[in-house]
């Protein structure tokens, strides 16, 4: 099974610039969808961004025009790249990976890393 472990979290400022990494051991990020999710306290764990086998990418509303995903096939590991943040974007990120689902359902995905904690201060 394939073992998802994210890194790159931290406290930074409003309009600030942050990058995620999600190393993926015992599997290759290109046979996965690869997504990122987010979950503030006291609430759901959010879909932000998932980038399928094929390479297509797809981000939530909040997200679109200042977050960017990517995948490395050579380092095995996907990126969040995350810009102008905002302190609503506070949150632990989670990587997950399927190999069969594609959407943006959190239940969907099989396999998750243990998640870094973003803060962003006003």
């Known amino acids: 099974q394939v073992q998802l472990v994210e890194s790159g979290g931290g406290l930074v400022q409003a309009g600030g610039s942050l990058r995620l990494s999600c190393a993926a051991s015992?599997?290759?990020?290109?046979?996965?969808?690869m997504a990122w999710f987010r979950q503030a306290p006291g609430k759901e764990r959010d879909f932000v961004a998932h980038?399928?086998?094929?390479?297509?990418?797809y981000y939530a509303d909040s997200v679109k025009d200042r977050f960017n995903i990517s995948r490395d096939n050579a380092k095995n590991t996907v990126y969040l790249q995350m810009n102008s943040l905002k302190p609503e974007d506070t949150a632990v990120y989670y990587c997950?990976?399927?190999?069969?689902?594609?959407?943006?359902?959190?239940?969907?995905?099989?396999?998750w890393g243990q998640g870094t904690q973003v803060t962003v201060s006003s």
């Open positions: 997950a990976a399927d190999a069969t689902y594609f959407g943006s359902y959190n239940y969907e995905y099989g396999h």
């Open positions: 015992r599997g290759t990020v290109s046979s996965y969808t």
């Open positions: 980038i399928r086998r094929s390479g297509s990418t």
